[in-house]
């Protein structure tokens, strides 16, 4: 599976979820997790951080003749690679999208990478432009994240058009395997009402809902996704079944067969 983790929205738990996901899934298998947003969280999540563009998908973008194994980080979690982000992807991604090559560019820098992986867990920017675009064409699947927020609800639908597009220019082939509730505040209203609303759209709302936890952040400052940190924890007890759910809705749509070890 080559999942791409979307919102058109910020802040909702993307690189939470995709964090926490790659390191699940890396429990039964080869993973790659791929930092496309030049925030670079996703690198933060696991303590790595690129010391320069080259060091970077960045580099890997600008100059098709790098070698992306010497960018590679290896081993950031048992089983579990990366490839860094760096804050000039941002710049970057404007002039490629300007030279045409942006589409394309994170699938052509992982090609080479894809027969040593199970699976490839891309994070994304909380937006849908052109390196979120990128991540996406380079992914089979998209889990799209959404919070209690009725924008974040909404941000579900826009992703759903936003690769229907995409599919349709055939810049992609991904589905929208998933849409996960995360933050997931039991008690409330909000909470209750756009769950309510997803549960009536034809949308793949997925069964698990990541509950709101302080384990979460503090899991960044210590650079270990909980799922790692505190594994009996519900919070990562949830992320453990959201990545199954994951998994058994992509299994659904690409009749393969996929199980997490209990
Ligand atoms: N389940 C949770 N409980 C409590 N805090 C959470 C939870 N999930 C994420 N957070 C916190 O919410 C903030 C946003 O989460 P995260 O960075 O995963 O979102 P994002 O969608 O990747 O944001 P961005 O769009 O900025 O990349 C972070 O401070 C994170 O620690
Ligand atoms: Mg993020």
């Known amino acids: 599976m080559r999942l791409a ?26 993973v790659l997790a791929v930092d496309a947003d030049p925030q670079d969280s996703l690198g933060r999540a696991f303590g790595v951080v690129a010391k320069s563009k080259e060091d970077s998908l960045a ?4 100059n098709p003749e790098a070698d992306p194994r010497e960018v590679l980080r ?5 089983g579990l690679d990366l490839l860094p982000a760096h804050p000039s992807l941002e710049l970057v991604g404007v002039t490629l999208a300007a030279q045409g090559g ?13 027969a040593d992986y199970d699976h490839v867990v891309l994070d994304t920017h909380g937006d849908l432009g052109n390196l979120t675009l ?5 992914a089979d699947a998209v889990l799209t994240v959404f919070t209690s927020d009725p924008g974040s609800a909404l941000g579900a639908a826009r992703v759903t058009a936003f690769l229907d597009q995409h599919r349709a220019f055939e810049n992609t ?4 395997v998933g849409v996960a509730c995360s933050l997931w505040d039991k008690d409330g209203k909000a909470a209750r009402e756009v769950v309510g609303a997803l549960e009536g759209t034809d949308l793949p709302l997925l069964a698990t809902r990541i509950p709101v936890s302080r384990r979460v952040p503090s899991s960044t400052l210590a650079k270990r996704p909980v799922v790692l940190s505190a594994p009996s924890s519900s919070v990562a007890v949830a992320y453990t079944a959201l990545a199954q759910d ?9 009749q393969g067969k996929l199980e997490l070890p209990r």
Not at 5 to 28: D, E, F, P, Y
Not at 74 to 78: G, L
């Open 134 to 138: 990128s991540a996406v064409c380079a």
């Open 173 to 176: 082939v991904a589905d929208l």
């Open 246 to 254: 994951v998994l058994t809705a992509y299994q659904g749509l690409h």
């Open 59 to 62: 580099g890997l973008l600008e």
């Open 5 to 30: 983790v979307c919102s058109s929205k910020g802040g909702v738990g993307k690189t939470s979820t995709a964090a926490n996901l790659a390191a699940v899934l890396a429990r039964s298998g080869r």
């Open 74 to 78: 290896t081993e950031v979690a048992p």
């Open 102 to 114: 942006i589409v394309t560019g994170i699938r052509r820098v992982l090609r080479p990478l894809l």
